[in-house]
């Protein structure tokens, strides 16, 4: 039975291993070694979302959508789909980021360096009981000088999962959530490895 757990432990690391990508495309990190705290920075821009093109045109879609089953609860849908990033998705990617870095992280008014993370997709997935599609995000990281703006480092992620154990994730909010806690454990990591 130990064999079995060990064996599907294993295939579950490998699948997330392949599914998620963080390349450094430039820049050294070095700068950061000796620093303890950073700013953080979230942006939405130019955000794709699911089959649209533009996250505008998937709000408006899905408003239509729920409003036609019941007045109102597009507007309470956007509402959600706009405060989950605050409440949710941001502190998610910041309480793993800050797990596997020696950074701590908010707005501090003297951080030499600020990390802006923009999402350029969003996959909400689904789960309708019989079928499901996981959520995925994909992610700009831009590591610059908080007072000058220059570029110290520019990082991409790919394909990170949001799925969670056990299938209870009907929420499209608990399912991009996971996306981004994914994405802050293991773009930390990586950010800390650099920093050897």
């Known amino acids: 039975m130990k064999k079995i757990f060990l064996l599907a432990g294993l295939l579950l690391a490998v699948i997330f291993a392949q599914a998620q990508r963080i390349k450094k495309l430039e820049g050294d990190v070095g700068v950061l070694k000796d620093e303890k705290k950073v700013n953080i920075v979230f942006t939405y821009d130019n955000m794709r979302v699911g089959k649209f093109a533009k996250e505008a045109d ?6 239509a959508e729920y ?5 109102g609860r597009g507007e309470k849908w956007e509402g959600n789909w706009l405060g989950d990033r605050k409440s949710r998705y941001e502190p998610n990617f910041c309480d793993l980021f800050m797990k596997y870095t020696p950074f701590a992280v908010g707005d501090y008014a003297d951080a030499k360096y600020t990390i802006t993370i923009n999402t350029t997709r969003t996959e909400p997935g689904f789960n309708i009981y019989i079928t499901r599609k996981n959520a995925e995000i994909d992610l700009d990281i831009t590591i610059t000088e908080t007072t000058s703006k220059k570029v110290v480092a520019f990082y991409t992620v790919k394909n990170s999962p949001g799925r969670t154990f056990g299938g209870y994730d009907y929420d499209t909010g608990v399912r991009i959530e996971e996306a981004y806690a994914a994405a802050g454990k293991h773009f930390g990591k ?4 650099d920093l050897k």
Request: glycine share 6%; no cysteine.
């Open 58 to 63: 998937y709000i408006s879609a899905k408003k």
């Open 190 to 193: 990586e950010l800390k490895g």
């Open 67 to 71: 409003n036609k089953k019941e007045e």
